[in-house]
């Protein structure tokens, strides 16, 4: 299945995405995708409930905008510098175990909204990036098991602002947390959709020039072990997200002299068998 929320900014509805290409309404079943539905077996209801209600269910039009697929998590939990050619760019070595990191949760938003430079930004860059949604709680999970543990995989764009996360000190929270700088979606791919989530090509342009073009396969740590690595250091629970990391071509890795958004860039990204986003850059307006 193939999991969407649409509506407006924080008024999301849950619904599906259909093989046909149809959108579904399925606040039937569920008033939304969150921590309560996945801890109480929403999935599997789910799939019940398309099964005799896909012929019926009232159709959602494919001109609404979409949100991040899934209600406010707990956490989003990102792994960095997962991909060996992406930390040779950044100039620092291989890392021998998963470097952890938090985004804000506030920062998640639909795949399509606009991306919004921060008030004082020169430096936001992108990242696409292979999310892993957490389908049910877990401590200590072992790499033979973790996969149980996930509800799916959804297309993310880790958005960072370099001079916050990098020359302003300490850890890198400061600079991936701004609103806006977690686009999810367009849906959650339920794990059966997704073969191989370990060979996906990951692609993202700015302007229609393309600044990464990878594959999942090149990451160094792969889904089970991020996912039990996490786990040995704190509880996950249902419908947070584990971000993969990025492969190179970010901005902060062009040579001679790196690349940042500014108002007006268009970004586009996209990942095998989980759709595609696109980003308006626009400056932070006080509201
Ligand atoms: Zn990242």
Redesign the pocket.
Known sequence: MKLIRYGDYGQEKPGLLLKSGERIDTSELTTDYDETFFENNGLEQLQKWLTQNEATAPRVSDTIRLGAPIARPSKIV?I?LNYADHAEESGVPIPEEPILFFKSTTCLVGPNDPVVIPKNSQKTDW?V?LAIIIGKRTSYVSREDALDYVAGYALHN?Y?EREWQLERGGQWVKGKSADTFAPLGPFLATRDEIAEPEDLRLWLSVNDQMYQDSSTKQMIFGISELISYTSQFMTLLPGDII?T??PPGVGLGIKPDPVFLRAGNTVRLGIEGLGEQCQKAESFTES
Do not use: H
Request: with cysteine; charged share 35%.
């Open positions: 990102c960095g990242e990036e880790d960072s971000s990391g990025t």
